[in-house]
């Protein structure tokens, strides 16, 4: 009897592999090489560098959506017409600024990194993102690109009651050190000063101090800056129901965080002080260079627009005032769009710089 076997049916095959849903920031990444190739040529992230857009992406869009919260608070007639929407960001400038940081290997989510800062650029109607590197972010850039990176780099405030003493490299000390006692751990008295040291373990010979004044840090305090990092007196203002509008009623005094914003001047010179090694210099580098300046001149001059006839402001510290607070700077691209305005009712932008999670300056 013979016998008939009947092959199974074939199964359909079928694509079992799932894609997972690509994320905003990947989504980001991915038109940041994109739009930066189209421009630039060819380029490959490594993968951390690819994972540092993505955190760039986080902050430039919380950075949007706290400012347009601000911008859509103002009053209908002093609020300017720009929303803080991704349609409105300069994609091709912020792709070329992201890969250059992100080379860098500095990262936005991290306190005293690099800040990020949305200013009008008036010949297209978009938002350009500046970046400002912070102390941190300093640390970074020099320890990448220095010619002689010192092992260690102190950064010290002196008090009333400490015993401080420097010992300067001459023909009977071959070394520059210094001491420092604390007399008091927990009453230290006021600040007098402050000091950096480079240490070079493998080479004393190099180790280089630098002793600060009290008058050396106040002097590189910005002319104006603020009463809530750096302490002292603040205009008070409150609601007046007859005039409809803020008034100012007087001055209060505010403590601030004067020590740490010292530290971080004092750090800032530190690390601005070691020499970069031209041969370490790369596209990336020169790249943050010219970022910083056309930053710098752009929001320049929308502060000599704002405030014409008046004394210029400082930007040289403002990147670590920021930390954990909210920096001002004003989009204004008329003098006369600021007359017979209240300081709080001037078209301005506002940004909050460190997510607001956490109260004063974060170290």
Same mark, same amino acid.
């Given at each position: 009897m013979n016998t008939t076997t009947t092959a199974p049916a074939e199964t359909p095959k079928t694509d079992l592999a799932i894609k997972a849903p690509v994320s905003q920031s990947e989504r980001f990444t991915n038109a940041v090489i994109k739009e930066f190739s189209s421009n630039n040529g060819a380029v490959t992230l490594t993968t951390f560098q690819k994972k540092l857009c993505q955190n760039y992406f986080i902050k430039v869009d919380q950075t949007l959506k706290d400012n347009e919260k601000k911008r859509m608070a103002k009053s209908e007639q002093q609020r300017d017409p720009l929303a803080f929407t991704w349609e409105n960001v300069n994609m091709s400038? +912020? =792709?070329?600024?992201?890969? =250059?940081?992100?080379?860098?290997? +500095? !990262? #936005?989510?991290?306190?005293?990194?690099?800040?990020?800062? #949305?200013? %009008?650029?008036? =010949? *297209?109607n978009k938002f350009d993102m500046g970046f400002l590197i912070g102390y941190r972010g300093m640390e970074i850039k020099a320890k990448k690109y220095g010619l002689e990176v010192p092992t260690d780099v102190v950064c010290e405030l002196v008090y009333s009651t400490d015993k401080f003493k420097q010992f300067k490299k001459d023909a009977n000390n071959p070394v520059e050190t210094y001491t420092l006692e604390i007399t008091d751990d927990f009453n230290r008295g006021e600040v007098v000063g402050g000091f950096w040291y480079h240490e070079f373990k !493998?080479?004393?010979?190099? *180790?280089?101090? $630098?002793?600060?004044? +009290? %008058? !050396?840090?106040?002097?590189? $305090? #910005?002319?104006?800056?603020? =009463?809530?990092? /750096?302490?002292? +007196?603040? !205009?008070? /203002?409150?609601?007046d129901q007859s005039k409809s509008k803020n008034v100012k009623v007087g001055t209060e005094k505010i403590d601030g965080w004067f020590e740490e914003m010292a530290i971080k001047t004092i750090s800032r010179n530190a690390y601005n002080a070691i020499t970069i090694d031209s041969k370490k210099i790369d596209d990336n580098y020169l790249a943050i260079l010219q970022k910083e300046n056309e930053m710098n001149d752009s929001i320049i001059q929308n502060q000599i627009d704002a405030n014409a006839n008046k004394e210029p402001l400082d930007f040289d510290e403002y990147t670590d005032e920021t930390d954990g607070k909210t920096l001002e700077i004003p989009v204004i691209t008329s003098p006369v769009e600021t007359q017979n305005l209240e300081p709080e009712n001037a078209t301005q932008q506002t940004i909050d710089l460190d997510q607001a999670q956490q109260e004063g300056p974060q170290f």
């Open positions: 400038k +912020l =792709a070329v600024d992201v890969i =250059a940081y992100s080379s860098v290997e +500095l !990262d #936005p989510t991290q306190p005293n990194h690099i800040s990020i800062i #949305p200013y %009008k650029n008036t =010949a *297209n !493998d080479n004393p010979e190099k *180790n280089k101090i $630098k002793v600060f004044s +009290l %008058k !050396d840090i106040e002097k590189r $305090k #910005p002319k104006y800056a603020s =009463a809530e990092f /750096w302490g002292g +007196l603040k !205009d008070k /203002w409150e609601w």
